[in-house]
């Protein structure tokens, strides 16, 4: 389980920061996206051969998930590689930018690979072709077992570079697999990387869970299990697979999310038919109550300082939105809207609080500002729910159920993906259904 | 002891028939939401005439007269079994979020433990858990599935 941490070796060439003619616009929907060409990476003719990977087509697959990335942003179009002009290895010392602006390219990537001593040294350069020069280059040194994340990397710094914005991509999404008939699913944690790729399960399916997140650091998710028919809140070292149950409560734990910082996880406990807000601090395991009423009080998850925490409550009648001091004071509805509204998660930035909402029988994901105002609804379906952020704040990754019929058949469960701009909604492919996804942070920070 | 349990469990049954009496008073004042399930289908027996589930209404976790009725059956079975436990499991349907149907699973379990209780039944004999829309009875997407699915089942512990 040691695929969290990895030795990667950064190498400034340099980092062109003179004003860039090329800057791609990603607050609103980008209906003209940006035309790019990625190179496939020039491999080395003295690379060594690698058990299980195929070292001659490095470069390539490289690319191809660069360009994928860039793809799904729908913010950039990368051009079909049978309409470029110049090998890999020459481009990547200097293109001739007059050929490249021949098939409409505005922005170039080129890079080369050698595997040598066991490891993987890749080196790219972004290249602006409207003002013909150089924008950004780096190299990386890695085991090539990693060439994918290194892929995400790179497509990462040019994300950041085009779009002033922080990248996304190096970044993976925990879910639940489900498998089996409808009224009998079986349920795994699993993790994959952000474009579906590299699956791993991290439980055998021998009991339901549901709703794993990520710590701060990625390396712990807390999450709820029916072990032994106990539902309860679990802490799970992705690293060691050690497992523990958090809190001693005496009833249904649910609902966890960690704090900010990482200390402490924030969840729901159920006892005699009410269902209040608690933190357990998982160094000192202080238990400490944050709200009480006779209401369900659910759904927590605290603003990216810590100060504030939004969560789910029926306290007016029906199930709307709150916010309070983290200490469980101040307590304020938000929604105010028709319908019901649920999952509120406050958006890494601070500034936006997305969330479920289900009105006339419709279940729609929006986002409103941490205050309620602002209202804007991305995506309606028959049922989606449970958004979560990536880590810069400019999408949602949610599921999606569809309808089934009188046994069961036709249902499915699937992760998708939308900006919030409301424009570029995706499927996420899984390897099975997939429900409750959480978005990782960046892992190479 | 015998006696002073039974003298108890007579007590509850007064109290509970006085509660009783408040809430179906408060019934005919109008909390009827007409989607509650009232049919047999996906209905299995504890024992002969003593069903197993009582249903709600949609986001609602209030008794009905039809399942206070079907609790009271329960409860007279489990006094003639004494040492009978059982677990009452709540479920939603699949029209809510699901972290907000585990809560609304879970009060709606214990909305029938409760009443048991009132019949003289010891909580200590009743545990609850809650599925929330995990476990539906029927996996159709309609009107008539969600109202067999919004339920609370009691269940022999063996």
């Known amino acids: 389980m040691k695929f969290f941490f990895i030795y990667i070796l950064v190498y400034a060439l340099h980092f062109n920061v003179a004003f860039a003619l090329i800057q791609v616009d990603i607050t609103r929907g980008n209906l003209d996206p940006l035309p790019i ?17 195929k070292v001659k087509n490095l470069g390539e697959d490289i690319s191809k998930v660069i360009e994928n990335n860039f793809r799904s942003t729908g913010l950039f179009n990368p051009l079909k590689k049978d309409a470029f002009v110049q090998k890999p290895d020459i481009a990547h010392l200097k293109p001739r930018f007059e050929d490249w602006r021949l098939i409409k390219a505005q922005a170039l990537i080129t890079g080369k690979l050698l595997v040598k001593d066991g490891k993987l040294k890749v080196e790219f350069r972004l290249w ?17 077992a990693n060439w994918r994340r290194i892929s995400h990397i790179i497509s990462d710094k040019i994300y950041e570079r085009l779009t002033g914005e922080t990248g996304y991509f190096d970044t ?65 070292d992705i690293e060691t697979g050690k497992q523990e149950v958090v809190g001693n409560f005496p009833g249904m734990t649910f609902a ?42 659910t759904s927590p998850s605290y603003s990216p ?67 309620g105002t602002g209202e804007r609804l991305l995506t309606e ?5 449970a958004p979560s952020w990536s880590p810069n704040g400019r999408l949602l990754v949610f599921y999606r159920e569809t309808k089934s019929g009188p046994k069961g058949e036709g249902f499915s469960a699937k992760l998708w993906s939308i900006d919030i701009t409301g424009y570029n909604e995706r499927e996420i492919k899984t390897e099975t259904d997939a429900s409750d996804p959480s978005w990782s942070s960046l892992l190479s920070k | ?143 008539l599935a969600w109202s067999q699915n919004r339920r609370s089942v009691t269940v022999k512990v063996k």
């Open chain 1, 256 to 297: 966890p999310r960690f704090s900010p910082d990482g200390k402490k996880i924030i969840m729901s406990f159920a006892k005699d038919g009410n269902s209040d807000i608690f933190t357990m601090d998982l160094q000192t395991r202080v238990v400490e109550k944050i709200t009480e009423h006779s209401s369900i009080d």
């Open chain 1, 128 to 144: 602006d072709l409207t003002a013909s020069k150089e924008l950004a280059a780096l190299a990386f040194t890695t085991t090539p």
């Open chain 2, 1 to 143: 002891m015998e006696f002073k349990t039974n003298l108890k469990n007579i007590l509850l049954v007064i109290l509970a028939t006085i509660v009783l009496s408040a809430c179906s008073t408060a019934k005919k004042a109008g909390s009827g939401s007409g989607d509650v399930y009232t049919g047999t289908d996906t209905v299995e027996y504890l024992a002969s005439g003593v069903a197993d589930r009582v249903f709600f209404a949609t986001n609602k976790t209030s008794l009905t007269t039809k399942s206070r009725e079907t609790l009271r059956k329960q409860a007279t079975y489990l006094r003639k079994n004494k040492k009978l436990n059982v677990t009452i499991e709540g479920h939603a349907d699949e029209r809510g979020t699901r972290e907000f149907n585990l809560a609304l699973g879970e009060r709606r379990a214990n909305a029938a433990k409760d009443y048991l209780m009132t019949y003289g039944i010891s909580g200590k004999r009743i545990s609850v858990i809650s599925y929330g829309k995990e476990r539906p009875a029927n996996s159709d997407s309609s009107s």
């Open chain 1, 381 to 385: 379906n028959f049922y989606q729910e």
């Open chain 1, 305 to 371: 300082d810590g100060k504030y925490i939004c969560f789910n409550s029926d306290r007016s009648g029906l199930q709307q939105i709150y916010v309070m001091n983290s200490d469980g004071s101040g307590v304020k509805r938000i929604t105010f809207g028709n319908g019901i509204y649920g999952t509120p998660v406050w958006s890494p930035r601070g500034d936006l609080i997305a969330f479920t909402k289900v009105r006339k029988g419709k279940f729609y994901i929006g986002v409103m500002r941490a205050d």
């Open chain 1, 37 to 53: 060409a990625v190179s496939p990476l020039h491999v080395d003719p003295a690379s060594e051969q690698i058990e299980g990977i």
């Open chain 1, 172 to 236: 993976r999404i925990i879910y639940v697999s489900e498998t089996g008939p409808k009224s009998q699913r079986i349920k795994k944690l699993a993790i994959v990387d952000q474009d579906g790729q590299n699956t791993k399960y991290l439980t055998l399916g021998n009991e339901l869970v549901l709703t794993p997140r990520f710590n701060p650091t990625n390396q712990m998710v807390t999450y709820l299990s029916y072990f032994r028919n106990l539902p309860r809140v679990y802490l799970l």
